[in-house]
């Protein structure tokens, strides 16, 4: 009896021993999963101010003071803001002002649905950029020359809506997660555009023509380039107002906004009298509530004339 106890002992010792090694054999193979990645091939931030921010050659600058700063910078730095550390509240302004820039659609965005829907608010043509940070020395060379300037900035600035669709960021650098837009997607939109090389720019009116200007580059007169883009952006603003004349046939006008900052292009849908709003549709599809009393005479008095009655609605 006392040996057959032993026995069943000795076999649940050995049992037990068999499945804790298999439990400390998955342990161990979950922590060689999670072992850490060489100092080397960690990714590294680079200097965020140059178009290839990606690249884990670039090299890091360390500057103390603005002026150090502007010394290297090919000027595509105008969203930083310099504040006084002695008196931090005096750059509120200009860190607000920052904020509207961007709201009102300044800047290279990185969503093209995000553009689309700003450049038909706005009623301003779509430049679209199709950049490849990493593999093409062309695109970087037109953005320190044209592209990321100051004085093309400046000329796009409350005019033009600027979209940046880099082939080099479909992954984040870090964490390795996909970004946004596949590379695969990237090929396929700028294919959906006429363009196939890199750089490609391309230039949208709101009226749907779509103009390629640059389907990779041969040569670097920069000048010409420049001036190629923006004669197709001047264009594409002329090409709109043609379109809308012949939308003002079909209902469309000028309305002129509550905050009496700027018009927009719509035409009146309906009138709820009983709610004190008009729904004015835009040329994207996009509608709008105003409220009657916060129209001006000459947009009240055209709304009264075209819907004199709640509810009413004529072309």
Not at 77 to 83: D, H, K, Q, V, Y
Not at 226 to 235: G, H, Q, R, S, T
Not at 261 to 266: D, L, P, Q, S, V
Request: hydrophobic share 35%; charged share 30%.
């Amino acid at each position: 009896m006392r040996n057959r106890l032993l026995l069943c002992l000795g076999l649940s010792a050995a049992l037990l021993l068999s499945s804790c090694s298999l439990f400390g054999g998955k342990a161990e193979e979950k922590k060689q999963d999670r072992a850490p990645v060489a100092a080397d091939q960690l990714p590294q931030l680079g200097n965020p101010l140059l178009a290839n921010k990606g690249d884990i050659n670039a090299v890091n600058l360390n500057v103390a003071t603005e002026e150090e700063l502007r010394n290297f910078d090919n000027g595509a730095e105008g969203e930083l803001i310099f504040s006084d550390p002695d008196d931090i509240e005096a750059s509120e302004e200009q860190i607000n002002a920052l904020y509207e820039n961007r709201r009102r659609g300044n800047g290279w965005i990185s969503d093209y649905s995000t553009a689309l829907r700003l450049a038909r608010r706005t009623e301003r043509p779509m430049l679209i950029w199709f950049h490849d940070s990493m593999a093409s020395p062309k695109s970087n060379a037109l953005a320190e020359a044209v592209l990321n300037t100051p004085s093309f900035d400046s000329w796009c600035d409350n005019r033009v809506i600027r979209v940046l669709l880099d082939d080099s960021e479909t992954t984040d650098e870090f964490t390795g997660h996909k970004s946004r837009y596949s590379l695969n997607d990237l090929r396929a939109m700028g294919r959906r555009f006429g363009v196939s090389r890199r750089p490609a720019v391309v230039v949208v009116s709101m009226s749907g023509r779509v103009t390629p200007v640059i389907d990779g580059v041969d040569d670097t007169d920069w000048k010409a380039r420049e001036a190629e883009i923006c004669k197709a952006l001047e264009n594409a603003e002329s090409d709109y107002e043609d379109y809308k004349d012949k939308l003002r046939d079909k209902g469309y006008r000028d309305w002129t906004r509550s905050n009496r900052r700027g018009t927009f292009f719509a035409k009146l849908q309906r009138v709820d009298r009983a709610r004190g709003v008009a729904y004015l549709r835009q040329v994207g599809g996009r509608v709008l509530r105003m409220r009657l009393k916060s129209m001006t005479a000459e947009d009240a008095a055209y709304v009264e004339s075209r819907s004199p009655s709640s509810g009413s609605k004529k072309n």
